[in-house]
Each structure stands twice: as C-alpha cells, then as structure tokens.
C-alpha cells in the first residue's frame, strides 16, 4: 500500500516514519509513506502558500495553485485523495477498514483558517476525528495513517487486532497481567480457571459491561445474539454469571495454575 501525506511541515513526520510499527512495516515494504512538502509547488519567491480570504475575514487560507498543482504531481487518477477537516464526517475503525483495502490514499493537511473550497472538487472525501480544533491536518493525517498501517497484514500479529475496541462495535473487556495482585488490586481469579469457554464468556460480559457504561450509544449500531442478551440483562439486573456452580468448580479447578 502507498500512502501520501502533503503537508507544509514535513519533518512533523520525521520520527513517525521510522518508529514501532509503522517503521517495522515500512522496512518490510508493507506500506510505503511518502511525506511531500507543498510549499515546494508555491510559485511564490517566498514559498508562501496562504493569502487573506477574499470578501474579508480572520487569518490566511490555503491557496489552491500551491496545494492543486502538489496534488497532481503526487498522485494518480487511482489515488483516493481525502482532506482533513470539521466538515467531514468523523472517522471510525469502520472507515480504517475501508481505506487499508485500498492499494493507494493521499491524505491532505490543511492550515491556517482553511483551505480555498474550490479545492474540494479534487478530492474524493472529507474526514474529522472529533468536534474540537487544531492548528492543521498533520495529526489526523498521522492518527489515520497509523490505524490504516496497523490493519495491513504482516505490520502486526493477527491475533493482536481480533479483540480491540470497536472490531465488532463493543469496547474491549479489561486486560490484567502479572503480578496477580498489587497495591490490594487483585486479577480476578476466574481468568486463571483454565476453561476456555467460560473465560471467552467472561471476556464477552465484561466487554459489554464496559461499553454499556462508558459507551452507550456504541449500541445501536451492535449486533449482537441470545448469549449477549443474557450477558446484559445480567448486567443490568446486577445478576452475576461468576456465581454459578459450573464457574465456581471451574475456578477451583484452576487453583493451581494461579501464581
């Protein structure tokens, strides 16, 4: 996959080309990142790229020549070109998905108030990661790029992106590890009861715990079948699976393989 990201500040990029995961890939030619300043395309003796909204107005827009003439000369009619921006819709891991299918995205920094919208007409989508502001594109740029890397088989172990948060519209169940207990913190000992089956439940109920009380509204787009209907009214109800007799042998059971 080739990703390209037009900024005005290249080296903001720098350490993220060549850190963790997304270094890892790059280096195994699973992505390949192009970071490509667009002050290079000004015609300007300066390299400015903004200039004062026409009609008047607060700030500097970015101006098309620079952005338009950088686009063309960056990407192909195969290239699916996305701005970043308040206007787009918000982004999701959904929308992750969709684009690491994709062999060839552009990803577009904005600055300053904004860019000329006629440049809009270039571009295939608009996308936002949340109702707050920033001072330009380059970190959705970055977030988008890094949650695209990561879904690309090979970057990381298929195993590690089964269970995260939102892969099937819940939150992830809470994740302990050694040592069992720590600061009176103890790792509940069901997790140790060495049945698969019961602790996949266990999983299941706490990862619809979690996204019924933080959130909520993750529900309406969920799917969700008799075993998780049961899982929340037992939450709801403040009934707790754990205590029937089939858990407690089990955990029993398990005794032995708890350090």
């Given at each position: ?32 990142i192009n970071i ?62 969709r684009l690491s ?136 109800t403040g009934k ?20």
């Amino acid at each position: 996959m080739k990703i390209t990201i037009l900024t005005i500040f290249p080296s903001f990029y720098q350490e993220f080309i060549k850190s963790s995961i997304i270094g890892r890939a790059i280096s195994k030619g699973i992505v390949e990142i192009n970071i490509v300043n667009i002050r290079d395309y000004s015609l300007d003796k300066n390299h400015r790229v903004d200039d004062h909204p026409i009609g008047g107005g607060a700030g500097l827009i970015m101006r098309l020549e620079p952005l338009l003439d950088c686009l063309k000369a960056n990407t192909t009619s195969n290239t699916y070109k996305i701005t970043m921006g308040p206007k787009g819709h918000t982004y999701t891991q959904d929308d992750a998905k969709r684009l690491s299918k994709m062999d060839e995205i552009c990803l577009i920094c904005g600055h300053y108030e904004g860019i000329d919208c006629r440049f809009s007409d270039y571009v295939d989508e608009e996308l936002s990661i949340g109702d707050f502001i920033l001072t330009g594109g380059e970190i959705p740029a970055m977030a988008i790029a890094d949650s695209i890397v990561r879904l690309l088989k090979g970057s990381i172990a298929d195993d590690s992106t089964k269970e995260e948060s939102f892969n099937d519209g819940v939150l992830e169940y809470p994740q302990y590890t050694y040592p069992k207990e720590y600061d009176g913190k103890k790792i509940p000992d069901i997790l140790f009861c060495g049945n698969h089956q019961i602790i996949d439940d266990y999983h299941r109920k706490e990862a619809l715990k979690e996204t019924l009380v933080k959130r909520p509204d993750l529900f309406k787009n969920i799917t969700y079948t008799k075993k998780d209907a049961t899982f929340i009214d037992e939450i709801k109800t403040g009934k707790n699976s754990s205590d029937s007799e089939k858990v407690k042998e089990a955990i029993q059971k398990g005794k032995k393989f708890i350090k």
